[in-house]
């Protein structure tokens, strides 16, 4: 799982502190800022247990 999110740098996992994910890199070089994580796919791992929104006002 810490793949998945991190790649294999663990050190680049980082506290989602704003909901939705937006890059800050340059769309005119990567792309469009928002990220292809939905609340969706995050719901689904999270199991049910709580909402997205829920987890970032918990951390």
Partial sequence: ARQT???LNP???RLVREWPLKSKLDPEVYG???SAITKELIEEEIGGFMTVEEAV???
Avoid: D, N, R, T
Wanted: net charge neutral; no cysteine.
């Fill in 32 to 34: 469009p800022p928002e």
């Fill in 11 to 13: 050190y680049s996992i």
């Fill in 57 to 59: 006002q918990q951390k």
């Fill in 5 to 7: 999110l991190a790649g």
